[in-house]
């Protein structure tokens, strides 16, 4: 009997996402099965269960997903995932936690096109403000263009909490390589005077970069909100624009809305899914590879 394609999906939190399942067995995988409040120490026991039982047929037919809310704490264990394997007995591994990899690769690669087919211009030296840049979306989306050379300030309601998560962000994924600034909410407006994109990443319904604080940001360009709950996270940015001129901007921003982004996420995500299921070698994947496939994706487009 052939052997069915099996995603074991590792979450330290209570619950595996929905969201997650369905994006795994729409893209081939037959079976998808769930494994919650996994302790990140428990990750080798279960990798290593997971590749014992199936010769290097069945393992081409065997993953692992790595979801949960922390992105350090998802490329840690994507690190010990890819550690565990005894190869030949290896498998592919894919960390999207909280969804956040593959959805900050769909703005930056949004943005990015925006900026390239609209003003000629790459994100190389462009001053990012990641608003609610605190999150999982927003750290991986500053990581990802911090990547690609822009220089990312996240912000938060208190500068301390953006202080540290800015440092995670800069050692733990930029491996030393990448300088991400903090900042404070309350120090927006003064930012904003030489901002020439902004992230709108904070938690749902709330709106972070209002009509009067547009009007005031004189360089800004791109605007990109991934919140898809009323009110938009940027006024006057509808959840289906890619592109459209923000109503009141000085300097003839254009917005990128949160479903076009999301569209963007879900062809990522689907295509790295899909590469787990086509590979002959285990990949290990993760923003970087978000990233690539959502870039591919944006400029095919
Ligand atoms: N479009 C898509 O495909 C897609 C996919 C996944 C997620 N999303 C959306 O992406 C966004 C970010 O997700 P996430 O999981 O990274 O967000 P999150 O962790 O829920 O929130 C991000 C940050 O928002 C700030 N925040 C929370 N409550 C706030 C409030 N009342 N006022 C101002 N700021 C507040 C917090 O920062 P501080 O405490 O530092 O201020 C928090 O760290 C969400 O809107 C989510 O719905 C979209």
Known sequence: MEKPFILHMITTAKNLSPFDVNMAMDAG????????????????????????????????????????????????????????????????????????????????????????????????????????????????????????????????RQLSKAERVAEVCSHEFGEGEIEILAGADADKAEYLKTTDIVFATGAAGIELLSEQLIKNAPQLKVAADVNAVPPAGIAGVDAFDNGKAIPGSTSGALGIGALAIGNIKYQAQKSLLTKMLESDEPLYLHFEHAYEVASEFVNNE
């Open 29 to 156: 995988w037959v079976s998808a099965v769930p494994y919650i409040n996994v302790e990140p120490s428990e990750v080798r026991g279960l990798v290593q269960d997971a590749i014992f039982s199936r010769g290097p047929k069945g393992l081409k037919k065997t993953g692992i997903f790595i979801g949960g809310r922390e992105t350090k704490q998802a490329m840690d264990m994507l690190k010990l995932a890819k550690n565990s394997m005894v190869p030949p007995f290896e498998v592919s591994v894919f960390a999207d936690p909280s969804g956040a990899f593959t959805t900050a690769a769909g703005m930056v690669a949004a943005v990015a096109k925006v900026l390239k087919t609209e003003f000629g211009e790459t994100l190389k030296g462009k001053n990012i403000l990641a608003l609610g840049g605190t999150g999982p979306v927003g750290q991986a989306a500053a990581v990802i263009a911090a990547q690609a050379g822009a220089k990312v300030r996240i912000i938060g």
